[in-house]
Every structure is written in C-alpha cells, then in structure tokens.
C-alpha cells in the first residue's frame, strides 16, 4: 500500500513567522487531504487538494502528484495555528493513509 | 447544527468487558469510518462502511466489530480480544468514498 511521510516531525515558531509543512507519498495517488489536529484532538480538514494549488487565507497548499509530494504553507502563524498537521492520501477506490503528522508549535 | 457527535467523551472498560462507542451525523454522508491514535502517532484505520448495511474491515479490525444499520449510526464496538484497547478513537464520515472527510471530536478509552 501507500506510504505516507511527513516532515519536518517537529517545528517550534515564533509568532509572525512562516512555515512549509512537507508530505511525500510513495507511488502516484489521485487523492490527497490536509488536516489540523487542535491540542483538544478536534481533527479539521484544510484542504482536499489532489493537484493544484488552493488557498484559504493564511494557508495555501499544492500537490504535485507525479513527484508525489504536497506542501502546506503557513503564513503569519499565530498560537492558534499549534497543534498537530496530517496529510492523507488515497489512491482510486482505496482508503485514505494517514501521515504521522509534523507538530507545530507557535510561541507569542 | 450539522455535524458528527461521538459519546461518551471518556469511557472506561474493566478486563473482560466490551464496550460500544458511539457515532453519528446528520449531514446525509453515505460513507463512514472508524480510526485509532495513539500517542504521538497518526491514524489507523479500523473499519468503513460505504453504504448501509454494509462494513469492511480495515488495517486493525482485529478485537473490534461494528453496524451499519441506519444511515446516520456507525457504532463501534471494542471486544475483550482487543488486548489493547487504550487509545483515541476518532469517527469520521464523508459524502461518498475517497471525498473530504469530516470528524468527530473522538473518544478516549481507558483500560482499568
């Protein structure tokens, strides 16, 4: 089956700073999720983003599905932003694979 | 409000003893599906249902069981084969296979 990576494993920010989030996947998927994990374990979905690149407000994302690999930007980070980031990818007509996650940190 | 609502929020079962989390939503999702976290890990798949009626297991299923009976219900059920079942539990549901998904808030379960 896939195998999913994450990196980097840990990040510590300051507030203000950017961040790119990195997941590689090891064969060409057509499915790809990005989520954030609050410190409660409320998982959000950011973006459902098998190619392309979207955006919503502080956060972009863009997947390059033939180099198998998608990057989660993160701009202006806040201590709201902390917390732990999955992606998860699928390839047609199988379950998603979760990533061990990066865990961001952002201080005030 | 639309959503998916797990409970209890805490759950603790004794050796021996099976125990039933619960998981619903209201959004008209015809796929749904069961993970496990551990600490400081990401997400195992343990079971999905793809439509009413019908469930596959998926990479942990061992120790477990579930019911697809009403199209808004996924009940999970942790047997006493379930060596170890400490963990978070998380629910989830999306339109239809391989869409966006959406979570619960979880379940933690303590063994005693």
């Known amino acids: 089956g896939i195998q999913v990576e994450q990196s980097p494993p840990d990040l510590i920010l300051q507030e203000g700073a950017n961040s790119t989030l990195r997941c590689n996947f090891s064969?060409?998927?057509?499915?790809l999720q990005w989520f954030h994990q609050n410190p409660w374990g409320q998982l959000i979905n950011l973006f459902y983003?098998?190619?392309g690149t979207k955006q919503n407000g502080r956060l972009s994302a863009t997947t390059v599905a033939t180099e198998r690999y998608s990057l989660l930007y993160i701009s202006s980070s806040q201590t709201t932003d902390s917390g732990v980031y999955f992606c998860a990818a699928a390839y047609r007509g199988q379950n998603f694979v979760f990533g061990p996650g990066t865990r961001l940190s952002v201080l005030p | 409000d639309g959503g998916i609502t797990q409970s209890p929020k805490y759950l603790f079962r004794k050796e021996g003893q099976n125990v039933t989390l619960s998981c619903e939503q209201n959004l008209n999702h015809d796929a749904m599906y069961w993970y496990r976290q551990d600490p400081g890990q990401g997400l195992r798949l343990i079971y999905y249902?793809?439509?009413?009626?019908?469930?596959q297991k998926g990479d942990i299923a061992e120790g477990y069981s579930v019911s697809r009976e009403k199209k808004e219900s996924f009940p999970l059920t942790v047997t006493s084969a379930q060596k170890n079942p400490t963990a978070f539990y998380l629910c989830?549901?999306?339109?239809?296979?391989?869409?966006?998904?959406?979570f619960g808030p979880g379940t933690r379960l303590l063994v005693l």
């Open positions: 249902s793809q439509i009413v009626n019908d469930f």
């Open positions: 989830a549901s999306s339109l239809s296979a391989q869409e966006t998904q959406y």
């Open positions: 983003i098998p190619s």
């Open positions: 064969d060409s998927v057509n499915n």
